[in-house]
């Protein structure tokens, strides 16, 4: 094996992650600027659009009357995570995923060994 091979690699695995970075932050950014905020707010006249559905008292009565407390805090939990992948909010959930993944990989490319064999321990 060549002597710069590990070092090589492990810089590859550093400008791998500087790439991941820099294009998932990038993509988080024109999403952030092109999408708008998905809240429920007026509509064309300016009046207040009244939720029948998901959301609404009377829904979330008969949720609690047939499923119990639990069932309205499933729904919750839901309705969040569906409202992740949605307007701005996806471009903060594609910046914290790309966060990790680079993170991930600077972390493989720092436990590299520089020299080329396993770590040592036996």
Do not use: C, Q
Request: glycine share 14%; hydrophobic share 45%.
């Amino acid at each position: 094996m060549r002597k710069g091979t590990a070092l090589d690699k492990r810089k590859g695995l550093y400008l791998i992650s500087a790439i991941i970075l820099l294009v998932g932050w990038s993509v988080a950014l024109l999403i952030y600027l092109n999408a708008g905020d998905d809240a429920g707010g007026p509509d064309d006249e300016g009046h207040i659009i009244e939720m029948r559905g998901r959301g609404s008292k009377m829904y979330r009565h008969d949720l609690e009357a047939y499923g119990g407390r639990w069932s309205v805090v499933a729904d919750d939990m839901i309705a969040w995570f569906e409202g992740l992948w949605k307007g701005r909010s996806l471009a903060v959930t594609v910046a914290v995923i790309t966060g990790f993944v680079a993170l991930l990989a600077f972390m493989v490319a720092r436990h590299t060994p520089e020299d080329g064999r396993g770590s040592g321990v036996t």
